[in-house]
Each structure stands twice: as C-alpha cells, then as structure tokens.
C-alpha cells in the first residue's frame, strides 16, 4: 500500500501501536517496491508504545527495514542501523529479535567497526536495557566471526561497571574464555 512520506512520519510519530505498526507495513512495501520515500526510520522511542516487549510482526519488519536502510532518505548507516535494531532487542525482545538484530551487524560491510560502534551505544547512559534480553544479544554477537568477538569483548570491557551492567555481563560470562574475561574486566 502506497502512503505519502507525511502520512507515514505522522504515523511513525504518532505513539500509537496501531499507526506505527501501519507506517512500518507501508514502509516494507516501499523497500519492498523500491519506491523511494523520505521518512526517518523508527527509533526505540517511537516502539516503547508497544509495552515490555515487540510484537513478533512489529520486530521482525524493523529488522528488514533497518537492513535495507540505505534504501531510505535520509540515508542511515549499517552501523547506526545496526544499534537501533540492537537497542530495540536489549529494550523490548521479543527472543527472536535478539538473534535477527545481530544479524545486522554480521551482515555490515565491516562488521568489526559496526560492533565496536553497536557496543559502545549499548553501554551508553542513554539506552535502557534488560539485562536478560541485552545477555541474549551479546552473547549471538558473541557467536560472530573472530573480530567481531573482539571487538563485543572490547567493548564490554570498556563499559561503566555498575551494578547493571555487570549483571549484563555477568550474562555472558560462561561464553568468555579466561583471556576475554581478564579483557572485560581490566578497564573495572
């Protein structure tokens, strides 16, 4: 269904789950079509209407729309892409979105940068997190190539060592070898 870009940013903006679930259908049309359209692709802000947790539908279109990102004015890079969907898999799951979110990052032209910039996002202030839902994440991340190990160990080591993110990291720990573990914990 073709809708005009205001009519889908209204919608995006709207906090309503009906509308934004609309706009996101309309949006994997237009990826889908390849019918250019300028909107801003959604933000965990936008999605928290939705409550504790995505709609399996909902979660699974923004993965496709974040993957086809630079399908969409204004451009988005795979690496800000990459963060949303992992700052929508940490925030509100559900389970699967976990695994698809960290596809995006195996998936980047340089999935090693991408990490390293997802990780840093994710250990922001500024991003809520659950700590099941961000172990469930980390540790597909975790799964990744060598470098992408690398730089998710990395990046947790250099992560703020409060009591929320150590529970977070206290997630994975049974995936870290004793070399990645001294390198998570030698920044505390």
Known sequence: MWRNAEDIQDDLDSAEPARISSALETLEFHLETSEPVEVSLPRAHHLACFGDELPGEVATRLVKLLAGCQSFAPHMSQADAAFLGAEAAVRFGPAALALEASLLV???DDPAA???HVMKGLGSDRVLREAERAGDYIGYMLAGEPAI???VVEGLGQWTKD???VEII????GELDDEEKAKVWAEA
């Open 114 to 116: 991408v990490a390293r």
């Open 106 to 108: 195996k998936a980047a």
């Open 149 to 151: 190990r690398a730089a």
């Open 170 to 173: 206290s997630r994975v720990l």
């Open 163 to 165: 009591a929320e993110r």
